[in-house]
């Protein structure tokens, strides 16, 4: 296949009546990686080096998983990645969400090189630089409710500012007794440790507990595991739990409410009711307390709208983003937040007590606006939306497999949750691994997901998530079917 201008897609675009502006494979052939492509080998590892198994305790690296061998990934290309043995795998979770606009593409690391190459650091606090500006200028574009961004590197530093920011907030506004979150469970919003706090996963919180400062929950909405059945009354599912927890706490307690407008790995890609956000967003108001929406993961257009929580008309007060806003080319999140609150501070002590070196870091901010322009020209936002019943419409054949009991999710964000009774939705066993194997044996087959477990109850519930490049084909969509289908009939039959 010869280069394309969205990298997986080929420029043609059919007459099909399901999906009519979506450009779609000519032959229903999925993406080859272009043999001309193949780049001459990153001379990072020294020759003695290069045949020691990429695995504890053989490798200098402190990997992430010290009980495997990790395969060397040596390149991508729209979907696609490919190891050193010449193995090819499809990207169907953007590795955790974060290819948003696909592998390979040329133009951002051009982006990155030239501001390296005209200014690459410079500390925040001396200085402003194009790169932070122009993201901040795009980004508030894009949520103009919220005027201010704060540029960040990962998920959990923009949540962890902004969970602080709350707080800071309602001290400088004299409203010191405003020291309670509230989350979801389950809910994830990070791994640092307020962050951590915030976040309803227990294995991830396992050796921390003394740690944590305590964050009070109320369920989180779930069609598929509430018990309600559908009640339009269910404090969960309705969202009328907040009301409770925040007169629970007392009047003048509660400094924010943070949630996944449309739920991650945490929860499988759960999507709460129409009324749900709204019904929050108006019990945030009344007892005035900040609403924000983590769309480290759901946000930057993957659920079809900019942000998820926009596709219910609900603004919230403060917003992350993070994963997709810089395609993976470097690691950028934001903290996007309404004028008044930074206003407080500005009036106040002068500054978010939250430094980090290397925030607002130009090279990574040239990255993020390289992808968002990339995006814009390439309307993948509004591509998203228009594959969203492609993926989801072919994705319902998943359901007929072995061992597979829900299928949901919004946009190019889909969860696969696994249970070992169909009828009663029982969960398997933890001892079965289920989730953590079925990755391992999707990715054999070439398969790229993101496996989850406890949700059910902090320690059952098996799932993984799909969210691929939002350049995602339709040959391709049929592609993570089949593969998904080898793998569980694999680890199942
Ligand atoms: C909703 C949400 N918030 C925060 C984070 C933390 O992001 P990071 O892993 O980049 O620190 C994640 C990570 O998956 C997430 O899904």
């Not at 919220?146 to 923009?158: R, T």
């Not at 010191?176 to 440790?193: E, V």
Request: hydrophobic share 40%; proline share 5%.
């Amino acid at each position: 296949m010869k280069s394309m201008g969205v990298r997986g897609c080929t420029k043609s675009r059919s007459a099909r009546p399901d999906a009519p502006d979506v450009p779609w494979p000519t032959s229903g052939e999925v993406h080859q990686l272009r043999p001309d492509a193949r780049p001459a080998t990153f001379a990072a590892v020294s020759p003695s080096r290069s045949a020691v198994p990429h695995r504890y305790p053989e490798s200098p690296v402190f990997y992430r998983s010290l009980t495997r061998e990790h395969p060397m990934a040596v390149r991508g290309e729209g979907c696609w990645l490919e190891d050193a043995t010449g193995k090819r795998y499809l990207d169907a979770v953007g590795g955790a969400y974060v290819a948003s606009i696909g592998h390979g593409v040329r133009e951002i690391g051009d982006a990155m090189a030239a501001q390296a190459g005209r200014l690459a650091y410079v500390n925040g606090t001396a200085f402003t630089n194009e790169a932070v500006e122009g993201l901040a200028e795009r980004l508030v574009a894009r949520s103009p409710a919220l005027g201010k961004a704060y540029i960040l590197g990962s998920g959990s530093e923009a949540v962890e500012a902004a969970l602080k920011l709350a707080r800071q907030y309602w001290i400088e506004r004299g409203e010191a007794g405003r020291n309670r979150i509230i989350a979801l469970s389950p809910g994830y919003h990070g791994n640092t440790l307020l962050a951590l706090s915030a976040s309803a996963r227990a294995h991830y919180r396992a050796y921390w507990g003394d740690w944590l400062v305590d964050v009070q929950r109320i369920p989180a909405p779930s069609a598929y595991r509430c018990s309600c059945d559908g009640d339009v009354a269910c404090p969960a599912c309705s969202g009328t739990a907040l009301e409770e927890a925040i007169v629970a706490a007392g009047p003048g307690r509660v400094a924010a409410f943070i949630l996944e407008p449309v739920g991650g790995s945490s929860t499988g890609g759960n999507v709460p009711r129409d009324g749900y956000l709204r019904t929050v967003r108006e019990i945030c108001t009344r007892h005035d307390v900040l609403l924000i929406a983590d769309e480290i993961l759901c946000g930057a257009g993957r659920t079809g709208t900019w942000t998820a929580i926009e596709h219910w008309g609900v603004v919230p007060d403060i917003l992350t983003l993070g994963k997709g806003i810089g395609g993976g080319y470097a690691p950028v999140s934001a903290v996007l937040v309404r004028d008044d609150i930074v206003d407080v501070i500005a009036r106040g002590s002068g500054a978010l007590m939250h430094a980090q070196t290397f925030s607002h870091h130009a090279v990574t901010c040239a990255a993020a606006v390289a992808t968002l322009d990339y995006m814009a020209a390439h309307d993948l936002v509004g591509r998203c939306a228009r594959m969203a019943p492609v993926f989801h419409g072919k994705l319902d054949a998943l359901r007929a497999l072995p061992g597979v009991g829900d299928v949901r999710g919004r946009g190019l964000l889909a969860g696969v949750e696994f249970v070992a009774d169909v009828r009663t939705r029982a969960p398997f066993a933890r001892e079965a691994r289920v989730a953590e194997r079925f990755t391992r044996v999707a990715q054999d087959a070439g398969l790229i997901v993101w496996p989850n477990v406890g949700h059910v109850d902090g320690g059952l519930g098996d799932l993984v998530m799909l969210a691929p490049p939002y350049i995602i084909t339709e040959g391709e969509i049929d592609e993570i079917v089949a593969r998904f289908a080898l793998a569980c009939h694999t680890l199942f039959d």
